[in-house]
């Protein structure tokens, strides 16, 4: 049987997996850290977030190069190859050249957050207040920092974008690297940049015109089974990969994971915790209210996504407190992080935490980044660490509950499975515990943990013909396993 690769070009992390296409085996698998950070140190005080987009390329060649020699004279084998990889940042390359002309500036970027030369507004401000109110129903989300629109409409405004300029996504680029083509994007792409139109599925021409951005900066947009070209001779070289293999159109971390990670996207629930955490259901609809995101799904459909959940960001601002209190007040500082002895300790507290209760929103909502969490109900009783640490897993998984109940009230549609993916539940049984109490349902992970990559192949197995369409190819190829026989004291 065929096989298929995947690769994602994550945050911190490059992976590339290889899957058999008769048995969703993973064959092999290639992982490099993400080390193209370039940002100076008095940028990153400002907020600044910038990446060597050729350095981000080199580890994900290099990921394709271990995938290869992993299979051997298998290699022969690979059908076709997706990327996915981080969304909402943006590339310049040049048109003619195809080589970037700007840094990747990422998702994680907020000189949208400062004061224009006016001092009368921010850079988001205007941006918001120029799309006007109303087009978030059009573009299926409201604009953020770190957006591929709001960082294009910054530059144009202090006339710092080069000529015949293209802005991609980072896995845009990285096809357009391994084929040699013209730069291409897909909807589940293109839908992270807050200027594409969900509905027509293609660039938000009212959206563009209003931010005063040339049009000219964006590239056609394809459903993510279709072909870009073939790697190049130069690249099979450097990946091992056979000249002329398939490449198809990328797409988006959050869609390949959900991809990735479900074999009945109808009937199905997402929970995904990482740093942060999200939750999302599949829909073919379009109907949806902030704070819902609507986010396009390759190749048809769409996602409802609540996103900027409380995640692990909110359990390691908790586990630093401690740290603090153990250098501050003891002078005796842990060199090992303490999730693991939190975890440990709050699994000894019985559900409800004997009344104390942690909204965990310390950095804020994605609609209000001015929220700040709160811990109420304090007793002498309940005043303890691992009070604290159950609290707080609680408040999560009461987070990530709240969130699905919102996309709820739009579908009116209950799920009947509850799908988990992100090392935050996969490491923590007691949080995946609490997360499926909160959900009343049994939590199911997949066999395999690089969610995105998996996601990536999948979509490759039907560009390549492999299966029909994407139901056919999940069906076929993603494995659960219930998790609910772990070894954990649930406390309840």
Excluded at 168 to 177: G, N, P, Q, R, S
Excluded at 273 to 294: K, S, W
């Amino acid at each position: 049987m065929p096989i298929v690769v995947g690769v994602d070009l994550g945050t911190t992390k490059i992976t590339s997996v290889a899957v058999d296409t008769l048995s969703g085996q993973i064959l092999a698998i290639g992982t490099a850290a993400n080390e193209a950070n370039v940002t100076r140190p008095e940028d990153r005080i400002r907020g600044y977030s910038e990446w060597r987009a050729d350095l981000i390329l080199v580890a994900a060649i290099r990921c394709l190069s271990s995938l290869s020699q992993q299979l051997g004279s298998r290699v022969r084998d690979v059908a076709g190859i997706s990327i996915t990889g981080q969304q909402h940042g943006m590339v310049l390359i040049d048109a003619t050249t195809l080589q970037p002309v700007s840094p990747l500036i990422n998702w994680q970027d907020r000189r949208a957050l400062e004061l224009m030369p006016n001092g009368l507004s921010t850079w988001l401000t205007a941006a918001r207040t120029a799309l006007g109110g109303d087009a978030w129903k059009r573009t299926g989300c409201w604009l953020h920092p770190g957006f591929m629109a709001m960082t294009l409409f910054e530059l144009q405004q202090r006339q710092q974008l080069p000529a015949n300029a293209r802005a991609l996504f980072i896995m845009d680029y990285f096809a357009t690297a391994l084929t040699g083509q013209p730069p291409i994007t897909e909807p589940s792409c293109a839908g992270s940049s807050g200027v594409f139109n969900v509905r027509s599925r293609q660039w938000d021409d009212e959206a563009i015109k209003a931010l005063g951005l040339p049009r000219s900066l964006f590239p056609t947009v394809h459903e993510a089974d279709h072909g870009i070209g073939g790697i190049t001779a130069e690249q099979s070289q450097a990946t091992g990969l056979p000249v002329g293999t398939p490449v198809f159109a990328p797409l988006g971390d959050h869609q390949a994971s959900f991809l990735g990670s479900i074999a009945d996207r109808r009937n199905s629930v997402l929970v995904n915790v990482g740093t942060g955490a999200q939750v999302a259901v599949y829909t073919d609809g379009f109907d949806f209210q902030l704070p819902i995101e609507l986010r396009p799904c390759p190749c048809g459909g769409n996602l409802l996504s609540n996103v900027g959940l409380s995640g692990g960001w909110s359990y390691q601002v908790l586990e630093q407190f401690f740290q603090d209190v153990g250098h501050t007040l003891f002078e005796s500082a842990s060199a090992n992080k303490l999730y693991e002895v939190m975890s440990r300790l709050a699994a000894t507290v019985p559900a409800g935490a004997d009344g104390l209760r942690c909204e965990p929103q310390f950095s804020g909502t994605r609609l209000d980044p001015t929220v700040r969490g709160s811990i109420t109900g304090l007793s002498p009783q309940n005043f303890t660490a691992r009070h604290l640490s159950r609290a707080l897993l609680e408040g999560m998984g009461r987070s990530l509950h709240h969130g699905f109940q919102a996309i709820h009230q739009i579908t009116g549609h209950l799920p009947t499975a509850l799908i988990a993916a992100g090392n935050g539940l996969r490491e923590n049984p007691l949080l995946a515990d609490i997360v499926s109490t909160s959900f009343d349902l049994p939590i199911t992970f997949t066999r395999h943990r690089e969610e995105a990559a998996f996601g990536a192949a999948l979509v490759a197995s039907v560009g390549a013909k492999v299966f029909a369409n994407l139901d056919e190819a999940a069906k076929r190829l993603v494995h659960t396993t219930l998790e609910a026989d772990r070894p954990v004291n649930s406390g309840h």
